[in-house]
């Protein structure tokens, strides 16, 4: 009796025929599985050994980065080889004899090839959830939500191993099975991503986040594995995994329909019939006929005059390589020379779909070009990069949702866009000014999205503007919640906090974020003075050290100085920073003989004249003279009665660098008037100026010329 839909027997019959084959693979996405696990543990063992303790979070993609690339390529090995027959005519002859129907023949093979599949996913990811929830130590952690990109590699498979049964019911040899496998999963996105890009080539004021997201390459499996192989960062989204599967099942669907259909005589051809074969050659000579096409579109709008002999020379060249690749192909897959004259007539097809190509793109370019309406026809605009200076999503999530209906930001748009686009029509391709950003402009019914440009003093303008608006000053101060970022002291790795040390530094800071204006906090992540590892002085004083914050997600990174804009953040940081100095350290400042050095500064000091003053001091190592040696004796004695204080850096305070280790520590001063015996120099510097000296003791006492310090903090 002939089964219409499913064989068991057969099914089983075709998993016995792939066990040399799945077993190869199951050994090898599971090995990739151990190998990222231990990989993992050594790293975050060596980070231990290292003293720096930071929170990593793995994804399942993050944690076994070769995870898609091994599904994708054993998915076409295993359609290969269970379909082999298809190539063969005895073979071929032998399983359509076979008491069932064509149905149940392909959707019983079929099943075995993605039955390997998915118990390969499903062992590599049990394996990888295993090693990363159980045998890593606590600050790996393994974020569970990303377990459905399993769904997505059981998609990638599917798509693989249905566009090569497809291929291998289209043709009948093993080259045109490899060539038609190429052409489906390749030439489809290749001309849309070409075209794409050749658009965006000529107009410069169209933006990627114009081109709707269901034409973006990266949802065709194939092209997203080779874009992030091995990448740490690699994420999935939900409608790549649809459009996975989705496209996979219509691969599947076209190739059932295809192999019912197929007559045992195909095998051993490259095509049924002429107009497939017609088909498939014309595709692999369209995909040649891109670069001439690429490099015609570059010529001809950016350029006032007609090509020179030397250019078109260049173009025939490029076509006349196409024109072999059209007939070598035909040789190559049909090997019959007499089936060259045949291919000619399809050439005019080969000619329409170049002028196609050529012709969309410059008709697209003119219409947009066209396209720019007046300030009174926009209705609202949305800032989709605004590109400040250090603009940073850490600090904009959300910004993009924000409208803006303000008559003078819709002119400044307005004219930006009719400037750009009266240069592009004249041949002008450079529209860059000073600063460039993406903006979404809303239309009546319809909305457009362009890369626009301004000067300085226009982008000025179109700033003052937006802070006008209560919701962009909201969501520029928004800051991550602590369990969506790693949080770090990024220069100090010899300072380790516990998790709940670092909740509670950063809860401050987030507390001291909020009470401060919108413009300070903008002027202070994008133009402050910090300098690095050591203190100074200028708008503010800068400890020697940022808050680093990595988003868990998305892997962005924003480091934000530690200073005296604020204190009370300042103030923990110093707090813990005293904990870890030893009492051995405060022993070798009052030994004279000592042979490390020590670095001092001083804030918020006066002198007699009440002129602000900030002191450096560099004590070197080895004999120190009486006068120097008592300095280091009273700021050693004050440190003591200091220590579990907390230390305001509003207020006269000192800080003691100790050489050998680089560490910090510091407590207030009890006076705002300089030490009666700081060590005396021979020089005054100003502020941005430290002093190095060769001899034992190098003293500067300098003038602050910035605002006074209580002036920039809120209270």
Not at 47 to 53: I, P, Q
Not at 479 to 506: C, G, H, M, W
Not at 591 to 616: C, H, L, M, P, R
Not at 649 to 654: C, R, V
Request: include cysteine; proline fraction near 4%.
């Amino acid at each position: 009796m002939k089964r219409k839909w499913f064989n068991p027997s057969l099914y089983i019959d075709a998993l016995l025929q792939l066990r040399v084959v799945g077993v190869t693979y199951l050994i090898i996405i599971e090995i990739s599985a151990l190998l990222t696990c231990i990989s993992a543990y050594l790293g975050s063992i060596r980070l231990a050994d290292l003293n720096v303790s930071r929170e990593i979070t793995y994804t399942l993609l993050k944690a076994n980065p070769v995870y898609l690339f091994i599904v994708t390529i054993f998915s076409p090995i295993m359609s290969l080889i269970i379909f082999n027959f298809l190539n063969k005519r005895n073979a071929s002859d032998v399983f359509h004899a076979l008491p069932d129907r064509r149905t149940s023949l392909f959707l019983s093979l079929f099943a075995a090839v993605m039955s390997w599949i998915a118990v390969g996913i499903l062992l590599s990811t049990t394996t990888t959830i295993i090693g990363f929830v159980f045998f890593m130590p606590q600050t790996v952690t393994f974020e569970f939500s990303s377990v459905w990109a399993l769904f997505y590699a059981l998609g990638s498979g599917l798509f693989t191993a249905g566009l090569t049964a497809l291929a291998m019911s289209l043709t009948g040899t093993l080259f045109s099975n490899f060539a038609v496998a190429g052409l489906i999963a390749l030439a489809p996105r290749l001309f849309i991503m070409v075209f794409i890009t050749s658009l965006c080539s000529l107009l410069p004021i169209l933006p990627s986040d114009a081109i709707p997201f269901w034409l973006q390459e990266r949802n065709n499996p194939i092209f997203f594995l080779f874009e992030n192989l091995f990448s740490t960062q690699a994420n999935v989204s939900p409608f790549q995994t649809i459009y996975a599967f989705i496209i996979g099942v219509l691969y599947i669907a076209a190739a059932l329909i295809i192999f019912c259909r197929r007559k045992s005589e195909t095998a051993d051809k490259s095509a049924p019939n002429r107009i497939l074969q017609t088909a498939f050659r014309l595709i692999f000579t369209m995909l040649i006929c891109l670069i001439p096409c690429t490099a015609i579109l570059n010529t001809v709008s950016y350029s006032t005059e007609f090509p020179g002999a030397e250019t078109i020379f260049g173009f025939v060249v490029l076509y006349i390589i196409a024109l072999i690749g059209y007939f070598v192909y035909e040789l190559i897959t049909t090997r019959r020379a007499r089936n060259l004259l045949r291919a000619v007539p399809a050439l005019g097809i080969l000619v329409l779909l170049n002028v196609l190509f050529i012709g969309g793109a410059l008709t697209i370019r003119e219409l947009t070009l066209r396209d720019t309406p007046d300030a009174e026809d926009i209705a609202s605009v949305r800032f989709l990069n605004l590109n400040a200076v250090s603009y940073n999503k850490f600090f904009n999530d959300g910004i993009e949702k924000i409208e803006f209906k303000d008559r003078e930001i819709n002119r400044i748009i307005s004219t930006a866009l009719q400037d750009a686009a009266k240069k592009l029509r004249y041949g002008n391709k450079n529209i860059t000014k000073d600063a460039l950003f993406i903006v979404n402009i809303e239309l009546d019914g319809r909305s457009m999205t362009r890369r626009l440009s301004l000067s300085y003093e226009e982008f000025s303008g179109l700033f003052n503007q937006l802070l006008k608006n209560d919701d962009f000053l909201k969501f520029y101060k928004i800051l991550p919640e602590f369990d969506e970022v790693n949080i770090s002291i990024s220069r100090n790795t010899r300072l380790q906090l516990s998790d709940a040390d670092l909740k509670s530094l950063y809860t401050t800071f987030k507390a001291e974020v909020e009470t401060l204006d919108f413009k300070t906090w903008f002027d202070y992540i994008n133009n402050n003075s910090f300098s690095g590892d050591r203190l100074h002085q200028s708008d503010y004083i800068y400890l020697p050290d940022e808050l680093t914050l990595i988003d868990k997600k998305d892997g962005y990174i924003r480091n934000i100085p530690l200073s005296s804009l604020l204190p009370n953040t300042s103030s923990q940081y110093m707090k813990f920073s005293n904990h870890i100095i030893e009492d051995s350290v405060i022993t070798d400042m009052r030994n004279s003989q000592s042979e490390y050095g020590f670095e001092i500064n001083g804030f918020g000091f006066v002198d007699e004249f009440g002129t602000s003053k900030a002191v450096f001091i560099f004590v070197s190592p080895g004999f120190r003279p009486q006068p120097e040696q008592d300095f280091l004796n009273d700021l050693a004695d004050l440190f003591e009665r200091k220590r579990g204080l907390p230390v305001d850096i509003n207020k006269p305070f000192w800080a003691v660098r100790e050489k050998n280790t680089g560490r910090y520590f510091y407590f207030n001063s009890d006076s705002s008037a300089l030490p009666a015996n700081l060590p005396k120099g021979h020089k005054y510097y100003e502020p941005q100026t430290v002093y190095y000296s060769t001899t034992t003791v190098a003293h500067t006492a300098y003038t602050s010329t910035g605002p006074t310090i209580t002036s920039k903090v809120q209270p």
